[in-house]
């Protein structure tokens, strides 16, 4: 970090914060506001809300912690940053889960007042670490957040309890004023977001402001900082979410093709924000329908895409799993239908507020019979808009299900985003069949569901209702051509080599895989998903210190680009960086032969740019 004296001001070209407190103790809406409004004077940011893998944890315990790490910058990022600049701590259990990741001379402000024996106690702490001298390596301010709020707010009639619950808000405003970040849009959020409360309005409203008065006229801080404006490309931009991006790209991608779009879902998390922005846009033609179970929920949404609308299901690992004989039978009608997963940790219920990239070879393989289905991966949370158009695209031009992954680091990350003009949109055009495509050999004229386009091997798309176009759907192996049921063993040989034909010829509709590789590197870094901000990080870090790296990642994982071969020929060792057991390498080396170096994490936490830089300096090493 460089810093740069300006007046009253000290200028830092980066600054990577993380709020830390109990489940309820807001910590998510202040990240969210802190990069809200870093987003609104121009900054680059990213972030990673870190979410406690139970429902209500016991309050003050290291198990019902939740945070908020968010980088912001006057620059291109692709991290929320490995380790936090500043940790703002608001009980002792925030402090113990967090301090570790802390490097010596960082900022630390701490709710002074949570730091009671009791709470101590429940931490862990046989003393008190703000008084014990053990944080004596960092810049430490212990602010009394709770009491100050209490006084701020005893004016309105708020009961203690309803008052301290403001805390957060002090919080946010005393960094606001340390960070220079706008009072303004938070403001309007309090307005807005609690409209319904006047009383809750005026409370967060009293304790922000005494937040951002306090560092204003309390002489504690030594300096204020600030990080200028990122340049970022024209364009009108909003700060979004990956689930956020993905729900969008949904909706643009219905009305590219002008079709209605139908949401069948059951809430699971980290999925659940997906019916939750969707439900919000009836007007774009968007029906969400809130299933009893994920069986249900895949079943409605193959059934409105035999209906003639985008087929739409969202869910996470284990919905995977309920969903899959469904898929198979999406496969054999052959209807465009996309899944949404946004992968978790597992198996069973595993960590369900934690990120993993476990499920590639579940949505590759985990169906019986042989149901080949394309798969689409999502790199960032502004790319999720993309991988969702995409998916979409794919699914009605070639009448199959499309897997489309995702995971919690994206879904509950968030990034600018420049909205698209209509013109930079896919072009998506659909034709329902309208009349009969078959002359028999006594001359008459029918309709053969199962007869294919010759470029995409798609079938026709025939909408129920429709005069002299009636068929035959289910499950059972259909006769190729006229649809009718068919035990021949021939005929089921046939259909299984035109299914699987068919995706593997997407690939010849695929962009070739772009490789960054500017100095002919011997060693690649190739990933998929949501490793790819670490990865392009870790690689431009190494750049700078003169290594030779080339990097690739991948969007589409089943069929593969035409020339990943050839891009895998070219390099002597590959990296492949995953949040699993190895299951893009797994793919690599039995499709391609290839023998590639693994790096595997399986922690329900993001990959760390210098654990990806430090297995890269090791291959680039050897490489000499």
């Known amino acids: 970090m460089t810093l740069e004296a300006d007046k009253a001001k000290i200028n830092l070209d980066s600054l990577v914060i993380r709020f830390a407190g109990d489940s309820g103790d807001g910590m998510q809406v202040t990240g969210d506001r802190f990069t809200a409004g870093s987003a609104i004077l121009g900054n680059d940011v990213a972030t990673f809300p870190n979410y406690p893998a139970e429902i209500r944890a016991p309050a003050g315990t290291i198990a019902g912690v939740s945070a908020f790490q968010v980088q912001i910058a006057d620059h291109d990022i692709y991290t929320p940053g490995d380790f936090p600049t500043v940790l703002v701590a608001m009980n002792p259990a925030a402090l113990k889960a967090n301090i570790a990741d802390l490097p010596p001379g960082g900022v630390v402000i701490c709710n002074s007042d949570a730091f009671d024996q009791r709470s101590l106690e429940k931490a862990g702490y046989a003393a008190n670490p703000l008084e014990d001298g053990s944080l004596d390596i960092y810049k430490l301010y212990g602010v009394p957040i709770t009491s100050l709020t209490l006084e701020a707010c005893k004016g309105i009639g708020a009961k203690p309890r309803d008052a301290e619950r403001s805390k957060n808000f002090f919080a946010l405003g005393l960094v606001s004023w340390l960070y220079d970040r706008p009072y303004q849009p938070t403001l309007d959020f309090i307005r807005m977001r609690y409209a319904k409360n006047s009383q809750v309005v005026e409370a967060n409203t009293l304790a922000f402001n005494a937040g951002r008065y306090f560092g204003e006229t309390a002489e504690v801080f030594e300096s204020s900082y600030t990080v200028p404006a990122s340049k970022l490309p024209p364009g009108e931009y909003t700060n979004i979410t990956g689930n956020t991006a993905l729900s969008w790209g949904l909706i643009a991608a219905a009305r590219q093709a002008s079709l209605p779009m139908f949401l069948g879902s059951y809430p699971i998390t980290p999925a659940s924000d997906i019916l939750h922005e969707l439900s919000k846009h009836k007007a774009f033609d968007v029906t969400t329908f809130q299933a009893e179970d994920e069986i249900a929920a895949v079943c409605s949404a193959l059934g409105a895409a035999f209906g003639g609308a985008i087929g739409v299901t969202t ?310």
């Open 315 to 624: 869910t996470s690992g284990p919905g995977i799993d309920l969903k899959s004989e469904t898929v198979g039978l999406a496969v054999s009608l052959e209807l465009p239908l996309v899944i949404i997963d946004i992968q978790r940790g597992g198996p069973s219920t595993g960590l369900p507020t934690k990120t993993e990239q476990s499920d590639l070879l579940h949505v590759m393989f985990g169906r019986h019979g042989e149901a080949p289905v394309p798969i689409v991966a999502a790199a960032t949370p502004a790319h999720c808009f993309e991988a969702a158009t995409e998916a979409v695209r794919i699914a009605l031009t070639y009448r199959t299900p499309v897997y489309l992954l995702s995971d919690g680091y994206l879904a509950n990350g968030a990034e600018p985003f420049r909205i698209p003009a209509e013109a930079e949109l896919p072009e998506i055009k659909v034709e329902f069949a309208t009349k009969a495509n078959k002359v028999l050999p006594d001359g008459r004229e029918v309709f053969w569901p199962y007869l294919r386009d010759e470029k995409t091997l798609a079938r026709p798309w025939a909408l129920p209702g429709t005069k002299g176009l009636e068929h035959r759907i289910g499950g059972i192996e259909k006769a190729d051509g006229s649809g009718n049921i068919s035990y021949d063993p021939l005929n089921h040989e046939l259909m299984v080599q035109v299914r699987q034909a068919k995706v593997e010829g997407i690939s010849k509709d695929l962009p070739d895989l772009e490789v960054d590789d500017p100095d002919q590197a011997n060693v690649l870094v190739m990933g998929w998903g949501s490793t790819y901000g670490t990865i392009v990080a870790s690689v431009n870090n190494l750049r700078q210190s003169g290594y030779s790296i080339a990097r690739a990642h991948l969007m589409y994982l089943n069929p593969f680009p035409r020339n990943l071969a050839d891009v895998l020929s070219k390099y002597d060792k590959v990296l492949i960086p995953e949040m699993n057991s190895g299951q893009l390498a797994f793919l690599i080396r039995s499709k391609f032969l290839k023998n590639v170096t693994q790096l595997n994490k399986i922690q329900g936490v993001p990959f760390k740019t210098s654990e990806i830089e430090a297995a890269l300096i090791t291959m680039a090493t050897e490489s000499k």
